[in-house]
Structures are given as structure tokens and as C-alpha cells.
Nanobody
Framework: QVQLVESGGGLVQAGGSLRLSCAAS????????MGWFRQTPGKEREFVAA????????SYADSVQGRFTISRDNAKNTVALQMTSLKPEDTAVYYC??????????????????WGQGTQVTVSS
């Protein structure tokens, strides 16, 4: 059974940092584009960051560029999202995702096949 399991969410004050982790099991994702998305109630799931299978190429939403860093460890089948200078508007459920096919760092949720269950990030002002 293929699973993506996120961890590391929580409550943090504005300006603080959190590190989200996503552990994959059931198959190797070393050849897949991985991404992070987030969602707030009543809104569509939005792109946060993506990383190529080698980890050499990354892409970020404008709203997090310069504050968030995505990384991966293919040996451990994990992907991480380091979040710094957090703002209240970063509050959301954060999801880890993996593409099944394709090497493009897509920003569209429908291009991702595997999804985790999400982890809540709350940033207080």
C-alpha cells in the first residue's frame, strides 16, 4: 500500500519556523516529482513548492519564495518543507504529493496522483 505521511505541523507565532516532513512508503518515489500544497476551508488547494526527482530543480509559489525551502532525500524516500518567516496567511492544511508520470514541476493539483492526509499549520499573529 502506497502511503505519504506528513508530520511536523503545529502552532507557531508569526515570524517563526516549522519543518514539515513527508515519509513515503509502499514504493520508491526517487524518480517522481514531489510537491507540497496547502488548503484553507472554502478555498481550492494551492501550490506551494515542487522538486524534481534528482532534487536539482525546485519551484515555489510567489507567496512563499524566499521563505520556504523544499528538499528531498531519495535514500530515505522523504521530502521536506522548511518554512521560515511564517505569516498568519500561511495558516492551512499542508499536503505532500507525488506525480505518477511526468517530469514537469507542475503547479496543478490534478497532475499529482499520490497524496498524504495533510498536516495542520497554524500561524498566530
Amino acid at each position: 500500500q502506497v502511503q505519504l505521511v506528513e508530520s511536523g505541523g503545529g502552532l507557531v507565532q508569526a515570524g517563526g519556523s516549522l519543518r514539515l516532513s513527508c515519509a513515503a512508503s509502499g514504493r520508491s518515489f526517487s524518480s517522481n516529482v514531489m510537491g507540497w500544497f496547502r488548503q484553507t476551508p472554502g478555498k481550492e488547494r494551492e501550490f506551494v513548492a515542487a522538486i524534481s526527482w534528482q532534487g536539482a530543480t525546485t519551484s515555489y509559489a510567489d507567496s512563499v519564495q524566499g521563505r520556504f525551502t523544499i528538499s528531498r532525500d531519495n535514500a530515505k524516500n522523504t521530502v521536506a518543507l522548511q518554512m521560515t518567516s511564517l505569516k498568519p496567511e500561511d495558516t492551512a492544511v499542508y499536503y505532500c504529493a507525488a506525480r505518477f508520470l511526468g517530469s514537469a514541476l507542475s503547479r496543478h493539483p490534478h497532475d499529482y496522483y499520490y497524496w498524504g492526509q495533510g498536516t495542520q499549520v497554524t500561524v498566530s499573529s
